[in-house]
């Protein structure tokens, strides 16, 4: 069983556990600009930077996206996707006042399919529903090659370990 931690409490993750070495499930998202379907994962022919997040209506999460989105700048030629539980309207509002430019803002929110898919969603914790914080990184030929499963909710990803990844 793989977890995480809340404020230092374990928390289980539920769904199918994806590693590095496996094919990353294709799932389709909503993207917050439009609520047009959006694809992650799977085979996309361009590197892929998945970046989950429990909510962007927190500050650690909000850190983290405007951190991504500054990076992304310098990415070449990969498709990198925030995805959280939030509302496509909250993620759109929250895109719109920060500037968030660089990078595509999706929700899970329908069936989680995502969070299932990755294994990412959070059982039984005050927080049960909703993503833990993750990085994938998928190949051009849809393998993960990198996974962080950030070991503390409440804390930022390591980003120069996912940025060379997808490099």
């Excluded at 909703?130 to 930022?156: H, L, M, Q, S, W």
Aim: contains cysteine.
């Amino acid at each position: 069983m793989a977890t995480t931690k809340f404020k230092g409490t374990d928390v289980e993750l539920l769904g199918n556990e994806v590693n590095v070495g496996d094919k990353a499930p294709e799932v389709t998202v909503v993207n917050s600009d439009g609520l047009g379907d959006v694809t992650v994962g799977g085979a996309q022919g361009k590197k892929q930077l998945i970046i989950v997040v429990p909510s962007l209506d927190t500050g650690v999460c909000a850190t983290e996206t405007r951190n991504f989105n500054a990076k992304a700048a310098d990415l070449k030629d990969v498709i990198t996707t925030i995805v959280s539980l939030d509302l496509p309207f909250a993620a759109g509002r929250f895109c719109s006042a920060e500037g968030i430019n660089n990078l595509t803002v999706t929700s899970d929110f329908r069936n989680k399919d995502f969070a299932n898919a990755y294994g990412v969603l959070l059982g039984g914790s005050v927080l049960a529903g909703v993503t833990c914080r993750a990085i994938f990184v998928v190949d051009e030929n849809g393998t993960v090659t990198y996974k962080e499963i950030v070991p503390e909710i409440t804390e930022e990803p390591n980003y120069d370990a996912a940025l060379a990844a997808v490099q």
